[in-house]
Each structure stands twice: as C-alpha cells, then as structure tokens.
C-alpha cells in the first residue's frame, strides 16, 4: 500500500537532519581538540587552568578607579575597576556620540552648502582614518600639548586646564544628600504618572497633549523645589561646590578628567559619531518625499517636519545600524590601552602578566565583552520593536 | 528567532570554557599525574610543535639550524634595533654566544622582538627557545610561569628619573604625582609596594611599549618614570634634552635580570646556564677574543684547558661540541668585552660596571669551575 515509500538515504528531511548532525559534530570535536590541544600545552607546564588567582593581592595600583581600590586588593576587584572604567567611557561616548552623530547627520543633508560640505568633510576624513591614528592624535597632539601644570590656563568657574588633564567645578554630597535623593524619585514617579494619565487623556479625547514636554517639567519642578526645600529648611544644598584648586604636582577637588580618558572620549565620540552620521542620513533619506511634502502642506515649518514626520519614519531604519555603532564604540574601547587608560583590556593584560593566567583571563575578558554585546542588543532589539509598534 | 539561537550558543560556549577550566582546577592536586600522562602521549604523538622534556629544545634548535631568541627591540644597550636593521645590545650579544656555543656560528639566531607583556607567553608557547629581555627573576615567575631563570647577567635596581626643575630630590617628594611606568613589569608591583610602604599617595600612568612610558614623560605627563636604573641611563639618551633629566638616588628594589627558559628541559636550561658562566669565566682567566687563540696555543694551566676544550670533554657533557666555550669567547667575547661594548665607557651611557663586576674587583659575578 505504501509503494512509494522513499529509502532513508534519499528522503530529503532525512538527509537534512543528518547533515545537520554531521556538521554539529564536526563543529563540537574541532572545539574539542582546540581546548584539549590548550590544555595539553599547560599542563606540561604545570599550569592547569584555574581562577584561583582572582582573590588573590593584586599589588599594583590602577591611576584611575571610580570604586574604592588599591594594591592590597585583589585581582577580582582590579578587573571589576577596568570592567567599570569601560562601561564608563563606553557609555559616555555612546550618549555624546549619538547626539553629534544625529547633528552632523542632519548638517549633511541641509540645503546650505556650507554646512553641508563641512559635514561632509567632517564625515569623509574621519570615517577614512583608522581609530588608532585619532586617538594617538588627541593624546599626544591635542591633549598632551596643553600646558603644564605650573603654567595652567585658568577658566571661569575656575576650571584648570594642563596636560594633566581638565579639572572643573563639581558637586560634594552633603548631609541632605540622601534625602535629596529620595525628593528626586518621588519626582520620577509623579512625572510617570502624568505620562501615563496624559497619554490615556490623548487616546480618549484624540487630541495628544505635549506628554513628554508636561512629564519632564514635573520631574525639573520637583527637583528644583526640593532643591530649595532643603536650602532653606534644612539650611543645607543636597550638593556643595566642590571647586578644584592645584596644590603641589596635582589638582585637588572638583571633577579631574585626565588626558587619557579625554583623549579616548574625543576619539570614539569622533569617530563613531562620523558613522552615526551616515546612518541617521541614510535614515532620513530613506523617508519618501511625499511624506515631508505633505508635512509642509499641512503647514508644518522645517523642524516640525523632522521632530513628527521625518524622525518617526527614519528611526525604524536608523536604529539596527545603530546598535552595531554601538557595539563597535564600545569594543573599539580597548584600543585604550595604546594611549595609557586604565580600561578592562589593559588592565586585565596586567593581571595577565602578573599572574600567567593567560588562558583565564582571556577567557573572563570574551565573556565581558560578550555580555556588554548582548546587553546592548538585547536593550536596542526591545527599542526597535517599541518604534515599530508605535510606526505603524 | 535564529539570531537569539546564535546568542544562546555562543553564551553555551563561554560558559563551557569557564565550566572546564573551573573544572579541572579542582583536580589540580592530580597535576603532576597527568602532567605524566601528557608527556607520555606527546611523546607517543611524535611531539608537538612545543618542544619539551630533557634535551628537546636542543635537538629543536639543531635541527631548524637556528636559535629563536625573544629579545627587547627598543631598549638601548640592551636590545634595540639600530640604524642599519640589525639588533644590537647587551642582551642581544648573550643570544649570540648561546648561538656560537651550539653552532660555532653567532649569526645562527633569529629575533622576536616582544613587549613585557607578551615575553612570557612567547616562551610558554615554543614560540621562542630563550627569552633574554631584561627580565627581573622573582620567584612568583620562577614558579607561576612554567619558567626557569638562568644565572643573572646584569644585576639591576629600580630607579626613578624625574626632571631637574621639578625640585623633586627624594621618594616622599613625589606626594600627589603622576608616574609613567609600563606594564607588564615587576617595576608596576615594586612602585605600588614602596609608594604604600612610604604612605605616598601617587597615580600611575600605566602603557603597554617603553616608547609610549617615554614619550609620554618626555611631553610633561608625568612627574616622574619609573624603571630598571640602566633602562632608565638607556632612555634618558633619547629624550629631548637628556641634561633636563635627572636619575634620584634611591633605588626601589633589586631587579637581578637575565636569560629564561622554559621548564622542563634541563638540558637546556644548564647549556644557557653555562653559556652565561663562561663569559664569566672567560673575564676570570683574562682570556679575550683578542688574546684567545694566544691563549689555546701556549697555555699549561689545566683549568683554562677545560674551558677551552683541550681536555676533559666538558662540551659533550652539555650536549656541545668541546671548543663551546672558546667560540664563545672568540667570537662573541668574554663579560667584560660584551659590557664594555654595550655599556662601558666608550658608549652614550657609561655605565659603571658597580655590583656588575667581577668577584675579583668586588662585583656580584661568580661563575662555578668549568671541571
């Protein structure tokens, strides 16, 4: 009755699945003989691998840490600094890269042709010269030709500026501090609500309030109240001015950013802005001309047209490139090492060479960067989706 | 839905490397069980490309007809590339009289130059068959590494330079500055150790080439560099204005510096032993590569005949033809020779020869009988 019945090696899904399993199997035993080849090699040398070294006194100290470390902590806690002095600059360089990115974006495409031919020749050049070659140049032909510390440039505020880097005023938490703190989420959660009620108003009555305009300002009034409330009551700012002065070789108080994060901030800011560029070009191209069009006829000016019409539309185009900028700026991070900044990758090629730990801290810097990756996506996948729900 | 499978296999696949390696470094107690195990089945393989076990890198070097030597490529004096291409310095010499020993032939090396950071990596892996780049013998690297120190060539100290008008003349001065040193070294622990034992606070600036440390200082970065006394005479040469700069007359640590080779191999490990031993041995006795073949003509003196291969066949006993150590001497020179042209006075750097001298003048060098 089942004449036809095909043999198991000629049926299709049959053959599919094998060589599925056929390649799955060649995949897993080459791993195999990798790592067993990896292991072969260190335990001839006595050196099985191991993460024991991790908890072990680092001894050396990080010139910049933004948790509390010195050489008596352990080499766990040194690669938590360098994991930190990353996410730092990474994510820094992420928020200012986009917004230089999305202006240089928008100069390229203005009818100006000033503006749009230095935004193409802003874009042309560095999009054309290796990263290393920029931050090379911000470090030493920027950033280290200041003067020296004794011959300081003076700023208003006061903000000292040497080739040890930049030192501006900043706030000291006081006592009201925490409580400030509390004033400020108290904030936060009403603005939510006047989001959300605002938005329910609009979907009832058709006619969409200013949501994002209203929940901010309820956000700033209660900073700003709160701020006063603890001035005056408490007769304590939540924050102090904490002005920097020199004092012998150094700068003391304020905010110091040395020359070595300025200088990998202004590169990677540069450089990737120049990308972000194209895209939110290529974005905003991608939008018909009928749409912008039609915007103007109904009257909107220049500006309106972008902010309701344009962007919108372009952002569904603009935001998966987006992510890969994103995860390129903050993997090209580690070319910090070439100009002295204390991030994961040079950091952990210190542990490495203290400890020979060469396999496992190798092993423990993919997973970190594999991890920042993931993270990233994950954060710009449910971002895409949420565009393309409210775009159609 | 096929990128999320693409995520979740590569996360499989780092959580399975960290899985193993935790792994095994639960068994580690079995260690030199199956450091056994594995040497039998390499051996059974035929071997790997890391040559390892008695007398195997010997045979590597032998056949290939060279030795790879790890060596500094930017270290004046010591390692360094000159304006014709070819490495030279100190070091460099100890590579070529390891090469005159096994081949009669000093030319017979190939160099790698490598970063402290990369130096022990390179050994570990076979990439190179002697690392001899200034490198301090500490006993975290005598044992963590896989590695063995052969006899010091050059007994050093941590120095600091900072610039003349700084007004900087001692340690506790340099509360608050910033300090270039590279990575990678034993300078980076030994600056951390005395900063805190002094109650310094100071900040690192850390790079990964001596050229950036330098470079770096050299444009006011830093207050201060820090590192071995004769890198720091050796690199004060290539600053702007080298008189600007001044060496502080305290010394960190000791830094014993000298050839390492992997461990294993003890064969190995005695010939580049030796070979640093008859250089000095070769000062000892006054024989150099000017009065050598004088020498093996006219001398009586039974010990000097050992050593030059008259008698008693101490060549063979490391696996070397018998004149090893007259080729040495005649054609790479004895310690003063390779000093003197490296470092001594006629150089940029003048160097005292101070705890580098023999045991005769006073100086740390003492080489065991060559009997």
């Given at each position: 009755m089942n004449e036809t019945s095909i043999p198991f090696w000629r049926d299709e899904r049959v053959l599919k699945w094998v060589a599925q399993i056929v390649f799955l199997i060649a995949t897993l035993a080459f791993l195999w003989y990798l790592y067993h080849n990896m292991i072969t090699a260190l335990a001839q040398r006595?050196?099985?691998?191991?993460?024991?070294?991790?908890?072990?006194?680092?001894g050396f100290d990080i010139g910049q840490h933004l948790i509390s470390y010195s050489r008596n902590s352990t080499y766990g806690r040194a690669f938590i600094v360098g994991i930190l002095n990353t996410l730092e600059v990474s994510a820094v360089g992420i928020v200012f890269a986009t917004i230089l990115g999305i202006i240089v974006g928008v100069m390229r495409l203005s009818t100006n042709w000033l503006i749009n031919k230095i935004a193409s020749l802003y874009i042309e050049i560095i999009r054309n010269v290796p990263l290393l070659v920029l931050l090379v140049f911000w470090y030493t032909g920027v950033f280290l030709q200041m003067p020296r510390l004794k011959e300081a440039k003076f700023l208003p505020g006061p903000t000292i500026i040497s080739n040890r880097g930049i030192a501006m005023p900043w706030g000291k938490p006081t006592a009201t501090w925490h409580t400030y703190l509390y004033i400020l989420l108290i904030g936060l959660i009403l603005a939510a609500i006047v989001w959300w009620r605002l938005t329910l108003i609009g979907k009832r009555t058709g006619r969409t309030p200013l949501v994002s305009a209203w929940s901010t300002l309820t956000f700033l009034g209660m900073a700003v109240l709160g701020w006063l409330a603890l001035t005056l009551f408490?007769?304590?700012?939540p924050l102090a001015p904490d002005l920097p002065y020199i004092k012998g070789l150094r700068t003391v108080g304020g905010l110091e950013l040395t020359p070595e994060f300025m200088a990998l901030f202004s590169g990677l800011v540069f450089y990737t802005a120049a990308f972000i560029a194209e895209v939110v070009r290529a974005g905003i191209q991608s939008v018909s001309k009928g749409q912008i069009e039609a915007a103007r006829a109904l009257g909107l000016n220049g500006f309106q047209t972008l902010r309701l019409v344009v962007f919108p539309q372009a952002l569904r185009v603009i935001v998966p490139p987006m992510t890969s900028q994103y995860l390129n700026l903050t993997k090209n991070s580690s070319l910090a090492v070439f100009i002295g900044f204390p991030d994961l990758y040079s950091v952990a090629g210190t542990i490495h060479n203290q400890t020979g730990r060469a396999v496992e801290v190798t092993t423990l810097m993919m997973a970190v960067y594999l991890s920042f990756s993931l993270v990233t996506s994950v954060f710009m996948n449910w971002y895409n989706k949420k565009i393309r729900l409210v775009e159609r | 839905m096929s990128k999320r499978i693409f995520y979740v296999l590569g996360v499989l696949v780092v959580l399975g490397m960290l899985l193993a390696a935790c792994g095994n470094s639960g068994q580690s107690s079995n260690a030199p069980q199956a450091v056994k195990t594995v040497i039998v089945t390499v051996q059974a393989k035929g071997g790997s490309n890391t040559p390892s076990g008695y007398g195997a890198t010997l045979k590597a070097v032998k056949e290939r007809g060279h030795l790879i030597c790890g060596v500094?490529?930017?270290?004046?004096?010591?390692?360094y590339v000159d304006d014709q291409g070819n490495y030279k310095g100190f070091d460099v010499d100890y590579c070529h009289a390891l090469a005159a020993a096994i081949?009669?032939?000093?030319?017979k090396v190939e160099f790698r130059p490598l970063t402290a950071k990369e130096r022990f990596t390179a050994l570990q892996t076979g990439e190179i068959d002697v690392l001899i780049r200034n490198t301090t013998w500490t006993l975290t690297r005598d044992t963590d590494l896989g590695t063995n120190f052969a006899a010091t060539t050059f007994y050093d100290g941590q120095g600091i330079m900072v610039r003349k008008?700084?007004?900087?003349?001692?340690?506790?001065?340099?509360?608050?500055a910033k300090i270039c040193v590279a990575t990678g070294t034993t300078t980076e622990l030994n600056l951390a150790d005395q900063m805190a034992a002094h109650n310094i606070d100071y900040t690192p600036v850390v790079y990964e080439k001596a050229d950036q440390v330098y470079g770096a200082y050299d444009e006011g970065r830093c207050d201060a560099v820090t590192s071995d006394r004769s890198q720091l005479v050796s690199r004060r040469t290539t600053l702007?204005?080298?008189?600007d700069n001044v060496i502080l007359d305290v010394t960190l640590s000791k830094e014993p510096l000298g050839p390492v080779v992997r461990q294993g191999d003890d064969q190995w490990f005695d010939i580049v032993n030796w070979v640093v031993f008859a250089t000095f041995t070769g000062e000892e006795f006054g024989i150099t590569s000017k009065n050598v073949d004088d020498v093996k003509a006219n001398t009586k003196n039974p010990n000097i005949r050992k050593f030059l291969g008259l008698e008693g066949e101490m060549g063979q006993k490391l696996g070397?033809?018998?004149d090893w150590a007259y080729n040495i001497i005649k054609m790479v020179g004895n310690y003063a020779e390779i000093y003197n042209r490296n470092?001594?006075?006629?150089?940029?750097?003048?160097?005292?020869?101070g705890l580098n001298s023999s045991w005769k003048d006073g100086g740390l060098l003492y080489a065991p009988p060559i009997r």
């Open positions: 006595g050196l099985l691998p191991s993460f024991h070294f991790l908890s072990l006194t680092a408490a007769h304590q700012a | 500094n490529s930017e270290l004046p004096g010591f390692g081949f009669g032939d000093p030319s008008d700084s007004g900087i003349k001692k340690l506790e001065d340099l509360e608050g702007k204005n080298p008189a070397l033809s018998n470092l001594g006075p006629d150089t940029p750097f003048n160097l005292p020869r």
